[in-house]
């Protein structure tokens, strides 16, 4: 049911501090997203891959092509490099801009997604509450810190389908639709359709208004401008980047993946557990748990969050960031059924303070009690006691109406994902910064020693945080490849696993150690290693 409200004198510094108060809080928010993506080092390995061929661009002057290792990069298009670059043009190279992006994709997601909600005839009072419903989910808080693709398709997407909502589709209007349609292309490619067909295909059931042929011209117009962004950069990188990359860009980084992925290959059901994480905490308030719609505006979010759900079902490689851009539709409907609740009636957040208190619970179980001391050594008991205290803090409280919840919720989440960031789990960051085996790196490149690295696979993890200017040779991590390179370069240094490396090196005190995601890293001169006499490549 549309909420609507009528204008009079004495209601009008009522609603002006309402809306300064919930933009406070959607700032306050987006601040707390904006804070944990800047106080954590960028991850390998996604993260870190993403930023060097960022970095690989910038160092060969390859506006067109990405590259990572010395190689045409196909797996993804270039919007995010582009803007990656573009920070480092203005504001210098820095790890801080890169950091940035997704939590600026995310605030822009949320304008985008109030327009939505007031074109679909919702007050502005229930309207600021969608971008707080989506910026509480904990996923969606999560990606808005991380490095990737998904928040940044989100805010594309929303660009686009805002304008369809309501009113004439002018050609204004689909100019408009068809810049963010290209971006969101130029974002992930061609699965940014995935969301937008179902949309698009099912306007005749959800607008208000018909778009008629004019409409309907203008909606091929957007599409086609969209299009011809993406083909505009796609066509001249194949060009550049020579027949495998071609083949790749055009062909196998889009069909192949429906149903041939090579990595994340996963079962039809896979989505179905991680569905109440996705929708945490708002699956722990029933009032606002989405009904069927009964009216016209209501289809839009139910066709964007079930047709796209069943269509990335259906895709062979499946990942849950790829979600992301389904959650706005999530927020949608909380949003509205939660614009039904008794604004008198109390609310206890106590199912979201128990979440909490069992998540502080199990990391200071791990922490003290755990059989695994990797696990262990990477939470701190102190971030987990802080966790515990907030969670006793949020049992207490007590919030009248879906407003005051709405804001008391996303705020409450976004603390208690600081807490656990950044308290709770401090001693993990250390494991997955890079900067230190970074930097000897740059020492190694700088006095011009080969550096190789051993493992297959390797995805550019140490280019740009050790500001490489040359790719690291590759090395398929069998001991043969290592004896060859060996002799190929006898004052070569290897880069690898220490479960992999660590039988082979005759001299510990050469080799440099450091923690690594799970484990650790050896960085060693190959003078230092060892080989079997078996091995006809170490016959030398």
């Known amino acids: 049911m549309i909420i609507t409200q009528k204008s009079s004198h004495s209601s009008y510094p009522r609603r002006l501090e309402a809306s300064h108060r919930d933009v406070i809080v959607i700032a306050l928010l987006w601040t707390l997203s904006f804070v944990c993506a800047l106080a954590r080092p960028l991850m390998p390995i996604d993260e870190t891959r993403y930023v060097s061929v960022a970095w690989e661009m910038w160092q060969a002057h390859s506006v067109w092509l990405p590259l990572m290792n010395g190689a045409a990069y196909a797996d993804k298009p270039p919007l995010l490099f582009w803007l990656i670059q573009s920070g480092w043009t203005l504001f210098g190279v ?62 594309c997407l929303l660009g686009a389908i805002s304008p369809l909502i309501a009113g004439r589709f002018d050609l204004r209007k689909a100019t408009v639709s068809g810049l963010w349609l290209g971006l969101a292309l130029l974002a992930k490619g061609p699965a940014a359709f995935v969301t937008l067909a179902p949309i698009l295909l099912s306007i005749p059931l959800w607008r208000a208004s018909p778009l008629g042929g004019p409409g309907r011209r203008r909606l091929a117009f957007a599409l086609a401008l969209g299009c011809s962004m993406l083909l505009a950069w796609a066509l001249p990188a194949a060009w550049l980047g020579g027949a495998d990359y071609a083949r790749d860009l055009l062909w196998g980084q889009s069909v192949d993946r429906l149903q041939h992925a090579m990595a994340h290959a996963r079962p039809t059901w896979w ?87 069992l998540l502080g619970l199990t990391a200071l179980g791990l922490a003290g009690f755990g059989r695994d001391e990797a696990v262990g050594s990477m939470i701190s008991p102190f971030g987990a006691l802080a966790l515990l205290a907030f969670a006793a803090i949020v049992w207490r ?41 970074g930097k000897l790196l740059a020492r190694l490149e700088a006095a011009g020693v080969p550096v190789a690295f051993d493992g297959d696979n390797y995805q550019a993890t140490f280019q740009f945080a050790g500001r490489l200017k040359k790719p690291l040779v590759t090395l398929s991590g069998d001991p043969a490849d290592l004896c060859r390179f060996r002799s190929q370069a006898p004052s070569g240094w290897v880069v690898g696993r220490d479960r992999d490396l660590r039988p082979l090196i005759a001299q510990d005190s050469a080799a440099h150690l450091f923690d690594y995601r799970g484990g650790k890293l050896d960085v060693v001169p190959v003078t230092a290693l060892s080989f079997s006499p078996r091995l006809s490549a170490c016959n030398w």
Request: glycine letters at 4%; a positive charge; zero cysteines.
């Open 397 to 437: 409280q007590r919030w009248h109406g879906a407003a005051q919840t709405i804001r008391g919720l996303s705020l409450g989440t976004a603390v208690a994902v600081l807490i656990t960031a950044q308290l709770m789990l401090a001693p993990l960051w250390s494991r997955y910064d890079i900067d230190a085996p």
């Open 271 to 357: 989505y179905l557990p991680w569905l109440p994480l996705l929708t945490f905490p708002w699956l722990l308030w029933p009032a606002g748990w989405p009904r069927l719609p009964k009216h016209r505006h209501q289809r839009l979010a139910w066709i964007w969050l079930i047709a796209p759900l069943l269509i990335f079902s259906m895709i062979s490689g499946k990942q849950i960031h790829y979600l992301m851009p389904l959650l706005p539709a999530l927020a949608l409907l909380v949003m509205d059924r939660l614009g039904q609740v008794d604004p008198r009636r109390p609310f206890r957040p106590r199912a979201a303070a128990v979440a909490m208190a």
């Open 94 to 155: 820095s790890d801080w801009w890169p950091k940035s992006i997704s939590p600026l994709a995310s605030l822009v997601a949320m304008i985008h997604l109030y327009r939505i909600a007031r074109r679909l005839g919702y007050a502005g009072s229930q309207a600021r509450l969608a971008p707080m419903v989506l910026a509480a989910m904990l996923m969606w808080n999560l990606y808005a810190g991380a490095l990737m693709f998904d928040v940044l398709l989100s805010a």
